[in-house]
């Protein structure tokens, strides 16, 4: 069973920057393809960014690119998302998740993953 616990979370004032944290246990995290959705309230959860097991591929949302930046890091078993020019809009709970050996078109798809973390809160204020 994988656990995923973010962190980094925040108020942050329009244009400012957070990093977000996922650490991750109870898994081999190197099979894992990891992704950030998040959800505001009243509103569906939305996908944000992936990264896959290898590491050789990312994909984000329109929205987050060029502004995001998800990366991997094997020895330290955890995820990030660097959020720059963060905007109002960005405000919402995110969610790390998880799934082994995903790859392909459906990484945005957020029923097609196994784990889930508890969220952290990100705030926009304008």
């Known amino acids: 069973q994988v656990q995923l616990v973010e962190s980094g979370g925040g108020l942050v004032q329009a244009g400012g920057s957070l990093r977000l944290s996922c650490a991750t246990s109870g898994g081999t995290f190197s099979i894992y393809t990891l992704a950030w959705f998040r959800q505001a309230p009243g509103k569906e959860r939305e996908f944000v960014a992936a990264?896959?097991?290898?590491?050789?591929?990312?994909l984000y949302t329109d929205s987050a690119k060029g502004r995001f930046t998800i990366s991997r890091d094997n020895a330290k078993q955890s995820v990030y998302l660097q959020m720059n020019s963060l905007k109002p809009e960005d405000t919402a709970v995110y969610y790390c998740?998880?799934?082994?050996?995903?790859?392909?078109?459906?990484?945005?798809?957020?029923?097609?993953?196994?784990?889930w973390g508890q969220g952290t809160q990100v705030t926009v204020s304008s």
């Open positions: 990264i896959t097991w290898s590491g050789d591929s990312t």
């Open positions: 998740v998880a799934r082994s050996y995903f790859s392909g078109s459906a990484l945005f798809r957020s029923t097609l993953y196994t784990y």
